[in-house]
């Protein structure tokens, strides 16, 4: 049976990481439209496709968690568990989601890796190289040959000693370990703080082995590190693109209009298969257009009786789950909804702020804005809504 099968991740999130800056910690922080741990998530899961990954979170995060969950791609949602509570350090955090492994899953896994939340670059070959060091030695850890002469200072800052560069290394995640050596590392290290796995397995007397990890596999950890790690993932998505989108549908009897996922009261309801919602329908259009994909009518055929009144956000949804499957993302939507009435002006943060939520876009990358057609043609009489979106959509 290939290791891959056998293989547990656990992914290191209870840590309080505000030295970001920001109001949420760093590993919920929105890294090109989505959040830095659904990055990582769907990285591990890309690179280890058979692996359970096990997240460990603090407990004020389960909303915040839940959140990032739903930017996942189905697989990788299919091949993770329900969250772990952290505890006080990251070493027992660690020790959590091992015992949950221990005590939860019906045959143990043989390997276990063990990452950083935010640590959302780690590559496929860095996983392949992970997993072949764990079955190799037991205890391995990415390193990096450090450029930079280090110095051990004492509490003065007096310089002690200049350890020999050649021989140092800057250890990173993902760590690998046989579980069962590393569970029984982590129960005898049990009154002990240590910063990393491989400090406890090599406590518990175990060789732990360096193996080459890579310079992009940064952690973010200060705020500055969040705008790298931006530039770097915008420089992977150059392919940027332009879709449009266009809808209209006619007034019928009613109190009230969908847009954008909000319920504007008014004399009259748009007539339509699903709720109608003009504004959606076009936003919709306009990613598909962007990818290339058909179009709104192509994905839910009003044929389709399952989607008789259904809310218009399943369909945007399911176009931005299309733009993050090709591991791209929704730079901008821009928006202009046509019609003499009702009144878009009062209304358009409330419908602003439903797009982002429904998008998981940022507020300022989404702009909605409204016209009349002088009472000229079939929006100027009344008779129905039109609405014209541009989607700017960058893919790798
Ligand atoms: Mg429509």
């Known amino acids: 049976m290939p290791i891959h099968s056998q293989c547990a991740i656990i992914v290191v999130a209870a840590g309080r990481g505000l030295r970001a800056g920001g109001d949420v910690p760093k590993q919920y922080a929105a890294l090109c439209g989505r959040p830095v741990i659904a990055h990582t998530i769907e990285a591990l899961h890309t690179g280890v496709p058979d692996a359970r990954i096990v997240c460990v979170i603090h407990p004020d995060d389960a909303a915040l968690f839940a959140t990032a969950s739903s930017f996942l791609s189905p697989k990788a949602t299919a091949k993770l568990d329900a969250p772990v509570q952290g505890r006080a350090t990251r070493q027992q955090s660690v020790r959590a989601g091992l015992e949950y492994i221990a005590r939860h899953w019906s045959e143990p896994p043989s390997a276990v890796l063990i990452h950083d939340a935010a640590r959302p670059f780690v590559s ?3 996983l392949a190289r992970a997993l072949d060091a764990a079955l190799e030695s037991g205890a391995a850890v990415p390193g990096l040959a450090v450029t930079d002469t280090l110095k051990q200072v004492d509490d003065k800052g007096h310089v002690v000693v200049t350890p020999e560069r050649a021989s140092l290394r800057a250890v990173q995640t993902p760590q690998a370990f046989g579980f069962d050596l590393i569970l029984a590392a982590h129960r005898a290290a049990d009154m002990d703080n240590l910063t990393d796995d491989a400090a406890i397995a090599e406590k518990a007397g175990h060789q732990v082995l360096v193996f080459e990890g890579e310079g992009t596999n ?3 950890t200060l705020a500055d590190d969040l705008a790298k790690a931006e ?5 992977t998505l ?16 009613g ?7 909000v319920k504007i009261p008014h004399t009259h309801a ?26 709104i009518g192509a994905h839910f055929p009003p044929s389709d009786p399952q989607w008789r009144g259904a809310a218009s956000s399943v369909f945007l949804a399911d176009a931005m789950a299309r733009v993050r499957a090709k591991g791209g993302m929704v730079a901008h939507l821009d928006a202009t909804l046509i019609c003499e009435m009702p009144k878009i002006g009062p209304h358009r943060d409330t419908i602003r702020t439903s797009i982002a939520q429904i998008t998981g876009l940022e507020l300022d990358r989404i702009a909605i804005k409204a016209t009349t057609s002088e009472q000229l043609g079939f929006t100027g009489r009344r008779e129905g809504m039109a609405a014209m979106a541009i989607a700017t959509v960058r893919l790798p």
């Open 270 to 295: 748009l007539v339509g298969h699903s709720d109608a919602d003009v504004l959606l329908h076009a936003i919709t259009d306009a990613i598909l257009g962007a990818l290339a994909d058909g179009d």
């Open 231 to 235: 530039n770097h993932m915008l420089a």
């Open 218 to 220: 940064m952690k973010i």
């Open 255 to 261: 109190d009230g209009v969908w847009l954008g996922g």
């Open 124 to 126: 496929k070959a860095l």
């Open 238 to 253: 150059q392919d940027i693109r332009t879709g449009q989108g266009y809808d209209v549908h006619a007034f019928g009897p």
